[in-house]
Nanobody, 121 residues
Framework: QVQLVESGGGLVQAGGSLRLSCAAS????????IAWFRQAPAKEREFVAA???????RYADSLKGRFTISRDSAKSTVDLQMNSLKPEDTAVYYC???????????????WGQGTQVTVSS
């Protein structure tokens, strides 16, 4: 059984940084991609970044340079370092896992419960 638990969300001022972590359990971690998505109120879910088992990464074009995804196989965790945060980054951030490295959320069968990130202006 696959379980994902996000942590690290909170309230931060614009220009600040946060580091989110996704802890994965289950034997799929070694071969599956872990991705981050976010959803702001009244908006559709949005792809943020993904990292494959071989550490190949993919980012949303609009977030390149500010967000960095990394993977620690020994700890079965995937982190999302978010810098220069803006109020428009406010959302619930979810991690998800699946066999493909894609920005399509439907390709990820397993999801965490989400963590709230709020950026104040």
């Amino acid at each position: 059984q696959v379980q994902l638990v996000e942590s690290g969300g909170g309230l931060v001022q614009a220009g600040g940084s946060l580091r989110l972590s996704c802890a994965a359990s289950g034997r799929t971690f070694r071969t599956y991609t872990i991705a981050w998505f976010r959803q702001a109120p009244a908006k559709e879910r949005e792809f943020v970044a993904a990292i494959a088992w071989n550490r190949i990464t993919r980012y949303a074009d609009s977030l390149k340079g500010r967000f960095t995804i990394s993977r620690d196989s020994a700890k079965s965790t995937v982190d999302l370092q978010m810098n220069s945060l803006k109020p428009e980054d406010t959302a619930v951030y979810y991690c998800a896992t699946g066999p493909a490295t894609t920005d399509n959320g439907r390709a990820y069968p397993y999801w965490g419960q989400g963590t709230q990130v709020t950026v104040s202006s």
